[in-house]
């Protein structure tokens, strides 16, 4: 088969002459004749001048991209003032609360949680790319500081405070955070998917659910230790039962409360929508309302005992700081790493997961963009500088972020209002935390972490969707409750790293047939998988004319797949095609120990009773793959040796719909689309150098482009090669200059065509036609016929493809 991209034409009105760019023995000369058309090599200068052009201006895009505030605080208006005031003080009321919650669940006293949130909130802004996203203290984070705390404490003993502990690792993920988001690394969080993440958070939130039932219920750590698994920590609790205290009807009151205003405003929403709004803001008060009224019972109830100078009856917060008192420089050295090493990465991943979650998924709720990369700068800055206030790790709140959204924020700067709020909290209010219940704060944290928990009809969902993932968010939890945090976080990452690359490793390639689709008016033939399993059962799928096999991958050619994409296609050629010499060998030693025919062969009766084709051409329908490696490209041509050999002729390799230049350039480097035959293909991944190929300089050249010139000759031709490669210019063909947008130039074969400028339109080739093998389209196999002593396929009159462009 001479190849149909020879005979693919493009319309060339207005283009006459011959214009050269040519290097000695480069493959870069161009012909734009009208009836020629010669292309070259896309090659690394290409990428390097675009992918480094322009470099002041890069640098100068990076720095503005580093603070994303500069974009829209110019544009800062009385309304959008108004919308973040209303939302920056909503999540104030409901952040101070949870903040000195989740500082217990850390095991850090209540006002570090407060120093965490007025450094998220208030520094976040500056960063930004998501309005929606409040930083601060969270369940999760919380409980895992908690573990670090006391792995630490537990391998060095005391020598290092709680919230020393918290604080350097606070610093350290922030370091880690800001990293990779200076270097732009933050898509290998894409590598976790969303059923993996939302398995790990509804385990840890059952978790953390768990350790508060305790304190909920007064029950002393002597009965319970809260740090266990949480399968453990709910068996204790119910043992331990009889030892509940009175802050039992605190805690369990308080519980109810905050379900029961949830579930009134929420209901009287719904029947009175006009009122929608006023009962949304009143319902987001209930944390505040209902820790300031367990804060006024739990007064009334122990002032006379605190004030005696007794054990109060219940467990309150006491005394809290006023303003920032343990602000101080971080301390942290290398025993302190050496013991907290094994929790860092954990505790990084809960960090920026959570994080990216949450901004994603509001971004997309409200139609915006995040940048991750962005983000994980933002948290980054956040965490080092709150090492500065003693702050503990922050990063994005699930809970407060979609509070904050629905109280209609505007920009990031919300979170200064809301910084400003906890910042009145701990100059103004402190005097009054010293009463609020620990357990009405446990049925804070409560209430709160439940929302994180995916309902059991998420497992369903997952099951329609991917049976697979559904069992990976499946495990996750219960890895989690069973075990800890950690191990669940790394189930997660292994199992979806495993499952990532199964499919990468084991892709589904199709091959094809002809369907002919109709209208009624006009009818169009398609290419669509044989097997039909998409299709109508009876859609009358034609199969290519024999001894043609069309083969579409559905991944990349690379190296975890190409094999196994091999093997499928050679095992399909072997069941639907014969050998082109039935008794190839000719006595049974000849035989090779795993050839499954007959012992003493065919027969003549069964070689003329076989009526399968011989192969002559295997075409690939390169439409889905984006790439290909050296051991793809290896891959084709020992396949391509192999299929040679079992039909006993050149078999054509021709491959269509290519959509890379880079795709394009190591298919040519590995002897490919120029109708090199299989005898002088190159082995361009030898295991073994030397066998069954040559090297790639005396046996890969290729012909049209590349032979334009004369090859050099003499002792000084290599170096005055790499002189004309470096002096050329042809890597400006603006065709490789990265995304861009392109011309429409197809239009249907055979359309008329009005006249244009007065000229008349001409037509020329549409691909080079140094690489005949190549083509825009699955050719029209069913205007191909064989020519067996030539073993070539040769297109019939009438079946070129005719495209025009525009000028």
């Not at 006491?318 to 602000?327: L, N, T, Y």
């Not at 050839?595 to 009526?611: A, H, I, N, Y």
Request: aromatic share 10%; net charge positive; glycine share 8%.
């Amino acid at each position: 088969m001479a190849g149909n991209s020879s005979t693919d034409k493009i319309d060339t009105a207005g283009v006459s002459g011959e214009k050269q760019q040519h290097a000695a023995g480069q493959s870069s000369t161009i012909s734009t004749r009208e009836d020629e058309f010669f292309d070259r090599n896309i090659s690394v200068k290409d990428w390097l001048s675009h992918t480094f052009e322009d470099i002041p201006r890069q640098l100068w895009d990076y720095l503005v991209s580093l603070f994303p505030i500069a974009t829209w605080i110019y544009r800062y208006n009385l309304t959008w003032f108004m919308g973040d005031v209303i939302a920056g003080l909503t999540v104030g009321a409901v952040v101070v609360p949870q903040s000195m919650s989740y500082a217990i669940l850390a095991t850090l006293t209540a006002e570090y949680g407060l120093y965490s949130s007025f450094i998220g909130v208030f520094i976040y802004c500056f960063f930004a790319t998501s309005k929606d996203v409040t930083i601060g203290p969270v369940a999760v984070m919380s409980l895992e500081v908690a573990k670090v705390i006391a792995h630490v404490q537990a391998k060095v003993g005391h020598a290092y405070t709680a919230p020393e502990i918290a604080t350097a690792l606070a610093f350290i993920c922030g370091v880690i955070c800001l990293v990779i988001g200076l270097a732009r690394v933050g898509f290998i969080l894409e590598f976790i998917p969303a059923p993996a993440v939302a398995g790990f958070m509804t385990g840890s939130a059952f978790t953390i659910a768990t350790t508060q039932i305790p304190a909920l219920l007064g029950i002393s750590k002597q009965y319970v230790n809260s740090r266990d698994a949480a399968y453990k920590v709910v068996i204790n609790t119910l043992k331990n039962l009889k030892h509940t205290q009175l802050d039992a009807a605190f805690g369990l009151t308080a519980l109810f409360a905050l379900y029961f205003i949830r579930w009134g405003f929420d209901r009287l929403a719904r029947r009175y929508p006009q009122h929608r709004r006023k009962f949304f803001f009143s319902n987001v008060m209930r944390n505040g309302i209902v820790v300031i009224i367990v804060t006024l019972a739990s007064w009334l109830t122990v002032r006379h005992e605190v004030k005696a100078g007794k054990k109060p009856r219940i467990s309150i917060l006491k005394d809290v700081p006023r303003g920032f008192q343990h602000v101080g420089p971080l301390r942290i050295d290398s025993k302190l790493l050496s013991a907290m090493g094994p929790q860092i990465p954990v505790a990084t991943l809960i960090l920026l997961l959570e994080h990216i979650a949450i901004a994603k998924s509001f971004g997309r709720i409200n139609d915006y963009k995040i940048v991750p990369d962005q983000e994980l700068i933002a948290i980054g800055v956040t965490n080092v500088i709150g090492n500065f206030f003693n702050a503990y790790p922050a990063t994005g709140s699930f809970s407060r972020t979609a509070l904050k959204s629905k109280s209609g924020v505007r920009t990031p700067a919300a979170g200064i209002i809301t910084g400003i709020v906890v910042l009145l909290a701990l100059y103004a209010l402190t005097d009054a935390f010293y009463w609020i219940p620990m357990s009405g704060l446990a049925a804070v944290i409560i209430h709160a972490v439940t929302d994180l928990m995916s309902p059991p009809r998420q497992v369903y969902v997952f099951w329609r969707v991917q049976p697979l993932e559904a069992i990976i968010f499946l495990v996750a939890v219960f890895v989690t409750i069973f075990s800890s945090i950690e191990n669940g976080i790394y189930w997660a990452i292994a199992s979806s790293a495993a499952l990532l690359l199964y499919r990468i490793a084991r892709p589904r390639g199709q091959f094809l047939g002809r369907l002919r689709l109709s209208n009624g008016k006009q009818a169009r033939d398609i290419w669509v998988p044989v097997d039909k399993r998409l299709l109508n059962p009876s859609s009358d799928v034609k199969p290519p004319p024999p001894g043609v096999v069309v083969f579409r991958p559905t991944e990349s050619f690379t190296y975890p797949n190409a094999s196994t994409q091999c093997d499928v296609i050679v095992d399909e050629i072997k069941r639907i095609t014969k050998r082109g010499k039935p008794n190839a060998f000719p006595t049974l030693g000849d035989r090779p120990w795993n050839d499954l025919g007959p012992r003493r062969g065919f027969s003549q009766e069964e070689v003329d009773g076989d009526k399968r084709p011989v192969l002559h051409a295997l075409v690939f329908d390169f439409s889905a793959v984006a790439s290909i490696d050296t051991t793809g490209v290896q891959c084709l041509v020992d396949m391509r040796r192999q299929l040679t050999k079992y039909a006993d002729r050149d078999v054509e390799f021709h491959f269509a719909n290519i959509i890379s230049p880079w795709v394009r350039r190591s298919l040519l480097a590995g002897g490919f689309g120029t109708g090199q035959p299989a005898a002088e293909f190159t082995e361009v991944a030898a295991v073994v150098p030397g066998l069954g190929g040559g090297s790639v300089a005396s046996q890969n050249r290729r012909r049209g482009a590349s032979a334009v010139g004369e090859e050099d000759g003499g002792k000084g031709k290599v170096w005055r090669r790499f002189k004309s490669y470096l002096a050329s210019t042809a890597y400006k063909d603006r065709r490789f200059a990265g995304s861009g947008s392109y011309p429409d130039i197809e239009v249907a074969a055979g359309e008329e065509q009005p006249r244009r400028g007065g000229r008349v339109q001409h037509w020329g080739p549409i691909l080079s036609q140094d690489t005949p093998f190549f083509h825009i389209d699955i050719p029209d196999l069913s205007g191909l016929v064989f020519d067996d002593h030539h073993h070539q396929l040769v297109q019939e009159d009438g079946s070129s493809v005719n495209v025009p462009v525009k000028e």
